[in-house]
């Protein structure tokens, strides 16, 4: 069986050491969906959401929260990301959102878009939650990464 890497010979939690890894261009895509009634799908979609506007705020936490992610998550490397999107689209059912994560650095982009993505979720479900109480998150996942040498 594989080692986990952050843990210590002891067993204790520790940080993972990338410094001798060399820099790679990263990027990481994240999903996720949060169903909702179809009147409150309609209601955002009209943008009638007391609020504001769902998405446009959807959108903003997520890409604070992808460079946040090292203060929320404990062992996880603060990294310079070079662009965070956030996607989100309505469907008759949910709202699917997906986070694109990139950057140069000695370790992944894995977390921060799984932040994202998940944060956005949060915030659509913070601001329709007065009207739908209903709402389910779910299939928040890793979906692709990928690492090429500069």
């Known amino acids: 069986m594989a080692r986990l890497s952050h843990v210590a010979e002891d067993g204790s939690a520790r940080m993972v050491d990338v410094s001798s890894k060399p820099v ?7 999903g996720g969906r949060i169903a909702l009634r179809p009147e409150t799908l309609a209601l955002i979609s009209e943008n009638k959401i007391a609020k504001g506007n ?3 705020t959807a959108r903003i936490a997520g890409v604070q929260a992808a460079k946040q992610t090292s203060q929320l998550i404990p062992l996880c490397h603060g990294l310079n990301l070079s662009h965070v999107d956030i996607q989100l689209s309505l469907g008759d059912k949910d709202v699917e959102a997906k986070c694109i994560a990139r950057t140069a650095a000695q370790t992944g982009v894995e977390m921060e878009a799984l932040t994202g993505v998940t944060v956005a979720l949060l915030t659509i ?8 109480k209903e709402m389910e998150m779910s299939g928040i996942r890793l979906l692709e990464k990928t690492k090429r040498h500069v």
Not at 125 to 132: E, F, I, L, P, R
Request: hydrophobic fraction near 50%.
């Open 125 to 132: 479900y913070d601001m329709c939650k007065a009207v739908d």
């Open 24 to 30: 790679s261009a990263r990027e990481a895509t994240a």
């Open 54 to 56: 769902v998405f446009a």
